[in-house]
């Protein structure tokens, strides 16, 4: 099966530790015979004049329509293809196995909350999203998504679009009318948990790493949240993420050890 690996990301304003991300993307489509594929801003260009209009305050629901077309013309050359974030940082890459899915899928999505409950525990939320995402030629899942993505942004005149709106939110509805499969192992990893990480693991990363049964080999950073910081934040921020991403490029699981105390949401 031909298979293609893709990514955008601009090429100023990159910190080390994204550059780390993609890099560790690359290792991972190059140990599994897959081709890797970039684009810089010109990644845009598959962006109507009135798309990039509605959303000229949200980057991300262009990126979410763009990242669509690309897939929708690569397959013109290849039988599946996987869509990774920039912020997606592949940190076991031998253990990333996914040859066994078919038709189209989207990384199972476990976001935690930093307060407890009234017993203790962590209170998460599930659901799914196209951080890291998969489509095969011959599924209609792809065609599904982006006729939706389309309309949405044809029909949207007034106010600023919610950030998600093209990304989880879309996905979400799309596992209630496809057989979608779940992309298992990918992690969501909030401020809070980087920072616990550079401390060594403490009990909200442990806890963490036992919602997922199949284990955890990679993980996305939310580098959105960076562009809510600036100046002294922002440095911190890089340097907290820095420090993280060089710990679990090391060995992610000596941080990241299971255990089970949860409440589940959703």
Known sequence: MRTAVIQSFREHDVPAWLASCMRSAQIWAEQEGYTYLWKNDAFFDYATEHEKRICSNQIYALTDICRLRWIKELFDSYDRVFW???DILIF???KLTLESLAGAGF???VFIRPHTDNRGRFITKHGHNNAFMFFDRDNGTLEHYLSSAEACLAEWHDGDLPRTIIGPTMVDNLFSCHRVTSIEGVGLFSPNIMRDIVLGGTRLSKQYYGLYSSGLYAANLC????????GLKREQYDATYEKAVEKLLQDGSRVLLPSNHFVHNG
């Open 107 to 109: 990384a199972k999505e």
């Open 92 to 94: 076991s890459p031998k």
């Open 223 to 230: 580098h959105f949240i960076r562009n809510t910081l600036e």
């Open 84 to 86: 990774l974030d920039a």
